[in-house]
């Protein structure tokens, strides 16, 4: 058996750094709630390509890219060169730069039905905007949302951790169920402001879902939201309109926009986005920082130079089916790899152990053979054959040895540090609106 790598330094940084930063992480799924502790590493120092090294000098292939952000690679030498050259005339002004014009029409010439563009720093700026922009623009308040759409009140009043929120603005949002037209048929009306949605998360979307949503929409006058923080830029340039061949309003970007510098896009129809002229509040003293824009300028140029959506999707492919492979060949039916293959997740099912115990095993062994893995495959432009042939050495030995380890019943003797917790995203069947009698 490969031996655990030594995280002695982590482990007494994080001595420290709990003290004075609570929940010791600023992103919840890089926190030690997702990476066992007392085995996996906690602090990184540097990363190079698909790489990253903790403070202890240890070296990873990372299968989680930064949660998504880092599309090309860890240093990518073009967009990294592109921040040096803007650092070097300044990074934020006391007028807009040249290059919100340039990435603007960039973006306008990629992403269907981008008409009019504004830039922010994070994903939940974007989401609520989008919210505030289709509350004004519809007039009404209500909201129906189905996914992950960041830290922001209107959003975090559905989940289990909703402290703090009104209960004013608890009761304007409600969730429906993916891949369930009726679920929405269930809460949509005519004081539905908004539909937002992941268009996919880790099921495809059954034939005419999005369709029959985005008629919905149109129907009942909301306007339909795409959050597209995880496609865009990864499942297709143009995001999932352009691959399901669906349209919609607005959408929100940010992760994979700039190759990890900080940048969120919110965009759509100009008919509602004009609104942000005047009528509608949406200004930020950081949203046309120039380092983040130049890089996302790069990032974009290099990503339709070499067609990465299409590279992610071969790498996906080829690790999606690898680790399906040696699920099926060892007749394994503890655990599964779902999802599109630009990006995938490991799913767990048993009925004597916890998803969470079997999920906490595999990345301690999948760190024993200098893997950082958080439950799903995120990979970037640098992931090469090799990082893919890495990632399916160490699934082929793992996959059939925990078979072993279930079978005879000793996982929770093989789990050397702490059991995760679960991720953050209880969002079906939670703050369902009282069914809607259409007339
Ligand atoms: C689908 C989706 N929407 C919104 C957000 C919020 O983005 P941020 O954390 O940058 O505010 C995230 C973050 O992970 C996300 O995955």
């Excluded at 960041?150 to 169920?177: L, S």
Aim: glycine share 8%.
């Amino acid at each position: 058996m490969l031996t655990l790598p030594t995280i002695q330094k982590s482990m007494e940084l994080y001595d420290k750094a709990r003290r004075i930063i609570p929940a010791t992480t600023q992103t919840l799924a890089k926190g030690v709630g997702q990476y066992s502790l007392g085995v996996a590493p906690i602090f990184v120092e540097k990363g190079k390509g698909s790489k990253v090294f903790d403070i202890d000098g240890n070296e990873y292939l990372d299968l989680s890219m930064a949660v998504g952000p880092i599309s090309l690679g860890y240093c990518y030498e073009a967009v990294d060169a592109a921040i040096k050259e803007q650092l070097s005339h300044g990074i934020t002004f006391s007028l807009p730069h040249i290059v919100e014009y340039e990435v603007s029409e960039l973006i306008s010439s990629i992403v269907p039905n981008a008409e009019m563009i504004r830039f922010s720093k994070t994903g939940a700026d974007v989401t609520s905007a989008a919210v505030r922009l289709a509350r004004a623009y519809t007039q009404r308040d209500e909201i129906l949302c189905c996914g992950y759409h960041g830290w922001h009140d209107w959003y975090i009043g559905v989940t289990d951790r909703n402290y703090g929120i009104p209960e004013a603005t608890k009761n304007q949002v409600f969730t429906f169920d993916y891949n369930n037209v009726d679920s929405l048929l269930d809460s949509i009306c005519e004081k539905t402001a908004a539909v937002i949605l992941e268009p996919i998360t880790f099921t495809e979307p059954k034939k005419g879902f999005l369709l029959e949503l985005r008629e919905l929409c149109h129907k009942y006058g909301a306007v339909l939201i795409f959050d597209e923080m995880w496609t865009g830029w990864r499942l297709a340039l143009g995001g999932a309109q352009e691959y399901y061949d669906i349209d919609a309003d607005i959408l929100c970007f940010s992760k994979a926009i700039a190759n990890g510098m900080p940048l969120s896009v919110l965009c759509g129809k100009s008919e509602i986005m004009k609104l942000l002229e005047k009528d509608v509040f949406f200004f930020t003293t950081f949203g046309g920082e120039a380092l983040s824009l130049a890089a996302a300028k790069t990032t974009i140029v290099e990503m339709r130079k070499y067609d990465v959506p299409d590279y992610l999707r071969q790498q996906g492919k080829k690790l999606q089916y690898g680790i399906k492979n040696i699920i099926q060949s060892h007749k394994v039916n503890w655990c599964d790899c779902i999802g599109n293959p630009t990006r995938t997740m490991m799913t767990f099912h048993h009925s004597v152990y916890s998803a969470l115990e079997l999920k906490t095993l595999m990345q301690q062994e999948l760190i024993r053979y200098g893997i950082l893995w958080n439950g799903f495959h995120t990979l970037s432009f640098s992931h090469s054959d090799q990082d893919i042939h890495h990632a399916l050495l160490a699934y082929g030995d793992i996959i059939p040895w925990m078979n072993e380890i279930i079978l005879n019943g000793n996982v929770k003797n093989m789990i050397v540090g702490k059991v995760l917790e679960p991720v953050f995203r209880k969002t079906t069947h939670f703050n369902t609106k009282p069914h809607v009698v259409h007339g």
